[in-house]
């Protein structure tokens, strides 16, 4: 059976994005694929965030030693996962400079009919958690991709009293950090990456230039 081949993306400043990303990464790989861990860019200086907190420096060096994210990571997979903390309702920039970066894909339709699922963090319960989720699949789908969530067959799912949703994984974290990301968020993260990793070995990707057809358009 052919093996899939997962790319996790994550930008995370304290630490539960990446927590989310790391259980969504072992739950591939316990699916048998060959999985990717990446981080985007870091963006300096860190105006945004409490550089002094204790879990801001603990988490930097973990992510600071996972590899950055490049557009081949994105060829090489069947499957791509990418989320970042929830920014005023929004993805995070670093991210989101990162997907501009790939738009040369875009254009050569290179990842037409693979695999996409999304995750994010939080501080509070309503103010943004489901519209980032939702805002991080728009790209994968002007890319061509397929989209993957998590059934409600995953008890996890009916069980949460925080994060994790039908659209993607997620960590519901309050707004000094203190919930930080339980073991239901992170089941449930588990399930999207192994589900990625099920979907990802049916599907064959299905490259074809985005500038070809606009060309055949004229
Ligand atoms: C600039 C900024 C904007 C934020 N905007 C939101 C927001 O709109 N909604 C929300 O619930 N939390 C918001 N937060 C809180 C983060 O999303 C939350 O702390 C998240 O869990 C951090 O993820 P991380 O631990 O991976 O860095 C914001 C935090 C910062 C620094």
Request: aromatic fraction near 6%; hydrophobic fraction near 45%; include cysteine.
């Amino acid at each position: 059976m052919k093996i899939a081949k997962v790319t996790v993306i994550v930008d995370s400043r304290y630490g539960s994005t990446l927590a989310l990303a790391k259980a969504i990464a072992d739950g591939a790989q316990a699916e048998g694929a060959h999985v990717r861990l990446r981080r985007v860019a870091i963006q300096e200086p860190e105006f945004s965030v409490d550089t002094k907190r204790a879990d801001f420096i603990a988490a930097q060096q973990e992510y600071r030693e996972l590899p950055k994210a490049c557009a081949d990571d994105l060829v090489w997979a069947d499957g791509i996962i990418w989320g970042s903390p929830t920014r005023y309702g929004l993805m995070s920039t670093p991210l989101r400079s990162f997907i501009d970066e790939i738009a040369p894909l875009w254009r050569e339709g290179a990842l037409i009919g693979k695999v996409g699922a999304v995750f994010t963090s939080t501080g509070g319960m309503h103010s943004g958690n489901e519209m980032t989720l939702l805002s991080l699949m728009l790209p994968f789908l002007q890319h061509g991709m397929i989209l993957c969530g998590v059934p409600h067959s995953e008890p996890a799912l009916i069980q949460t009293r925080k994060g994790g949703s039908p659209y993607g994984a997620s960590a519901v974290t309050g707004f000094d950090g203190s919930l930080g990301v339980d073991e239901i968020e992170l089941t449930i993260a588990s399930t999207l990456g192994a589900r990625v990793a099920r979907l990802a070995r049916q599907v064959e990707a299905e490259p074809a230039s985005v500038e070809l057809a606009a060309a055949l358009a004229q």
